[in-house]
C-alpha cells in the first residue's frame, strides 16, 4: 500500500463533488500546507478539439486581483519605443543587440514584446522563444505600438492563455495568500475571457469541467454555473 506524506494526511474536505466557486476557494486555501506561498492554478476543460484550425482558443486577460508574481519583461524595440519601454519598467530593452543575447542563450525574462517593425528580427527566435510559449503574437497583445501599455499589463497581472492539445487551458491566477474574492474575481475574469474567446468551430458545451487547485495540494471540482453566476 502507497503510504501517504504527511502533507496529503491533512487534506480535508470532499474532493469527489462539484463545489461552488466559494467553497472550492476555500478548499484549495485550507489545503495548501506548503512552506512557501503557493501558485493557485485552474485547469479548464473546453468543448473543442484543438486539431482543427477553426477550434483554436488562445488570448490575453488582465487579472483584477494581479497574479502574485513579478513578471520580468524583455522588449525588442528601438529608439523611442525602446525609451518608452524602459520607462514602463522593462526589465530588458533591446533591438538587434538583444536579439543576438538571445541568441547566444540569454533567457532572463518572462514575457516578451515587439514592434510591428522588429519582427524581421523576431523571427529569427522562433525555434528558441516558441517551444517557451515566449514568441510574440499580435492575437495576445506581445506586438504592439504601445510597448508601454503592454509592459504595464504584462506587470500589473495579465497573463496569456492557450488551448493544448487535449482541450484543456491551465494557468496561474493568483496565490494562497490572496484574500477569497480576489482569487474568485481571477478566476471569472479567465472564464469570460474564454468564453469571449470561443472559436467558431465549437459546437455544444464548450467549458466542460473546471478545476482549481493549489501548487502542492489537490484538485477541486468547481460548479462552472457558480462561476458565471
Known sequence: MTKLAKRTKTWTGDRTVVHNLSDAVKLVKANANAKFDESVEIAVNLGVDPRHADQQVRGVVSLPSGTGREVRVAVIAKDAKADEARAAGAEVVGAEDLVERIQGGFMEFD?????????????????????????????VGTVTPNVGQAVKDAKGGAIEFRVEKAGIVHAGIGKVSFAE?????????????????????????????????????????????????
Do not use: W
Request: glycine fraction near 10%; hydrophobic fraction near 45%; aromatic fraction near 2%.
Open 181 to 229: 474574492d480576489a482569487i474568485e474575481a481571477n478566476v471569472k475574469a479567465l472564464i469570460d475571457a474564454l468564453n469571449r474567446a470561443r472559436p467558431t468551430g465549437a459546437k455544444g458545451l464548450y467549458i466542460r469541467r473546471v478545476s482549481l487547485s493549489s501548487t502542492m495540494g489537490p484538485g477541486v471540482k468547481v460548479d462552472t454555473a457558480s462561476i458565471t453566476a
Open 111 to 139: 514575457r516578451v514584446i515587439a514592434t510591428p517593425d522588429m519582427m524581421a528580427l523576431v523571427g529569427r527566435l522562433g525555434k528558441i522563444l516558441g517551444p517557451r510559449g515566449l514568441m510574440p503574437n499580435p492575437r
